[in-house]
């Protein structure tokens, strides 16, 4: 199970997502769990829906809605094997460091303030922008290589108590 947490905008790179998730879709059963919303109207909300909706996958697309910080988001968290953040465009993404918390490991693209947050091999994997074949095999390295997954788990959890107030 895949997660993406952040505003459904252009500049997140959700289009990418969508096309590396139908690439591994098509060959094992995976879910990807949308989380979030626009706050603005430009109509990108209903475009992402519109592209689901034309996936021969929509069934293991579901959109979550937004989410306030708390109990609900933590235990998607919890409950999904991998965290993806494939923005063109970033500061420094919060969901990061509270994935990594949560035991969920993060791939995420090498945009904005993203490489500051997750360190390449050690707490994450990091893939180029607009590179939706790097990162359906990035999603597919974490979910296959247990040594990996294990190693990005444990160097998330401890580098997110380095970056929390409550330790």
Known sequence: ???FVGYLRPEK??????????TLRRTRPLKLTLVGGSDRATGSEA?????IGRSPFRDDIPLAGM??????????YRSHDLFVM?????GTPRTLVEARAFGCPVVATRAGGIPSSVEHE?????VEPRD??????AIERV?????LRTRLIDAGIRGSRQRSVEH
Request: negative net charge; aromatic residues 8%.
């Open 67 to 76: 989410l306030d910080f708390g109990e609900p988001l933590f235990e998607l």
């Open 122 to 126: 050690v707490n994450g994997l990091l």
């Open 13 to 22: 790179g959700l289009d990418y997502l969508l096309d590396a998730f139908e």
């Open 86 to 90: 494939p923005s063109l465009s970033e």
């Open 47 to 51: 475009l992402l829906r519109e592209r």
């Open 1 to 3: 199970r895949i997660l």
């Open 132 to 137: 939706a074949a790097s990162l359906a095999a």
């Open 143 to 147: 979910l296959s290589d247990e040594s």
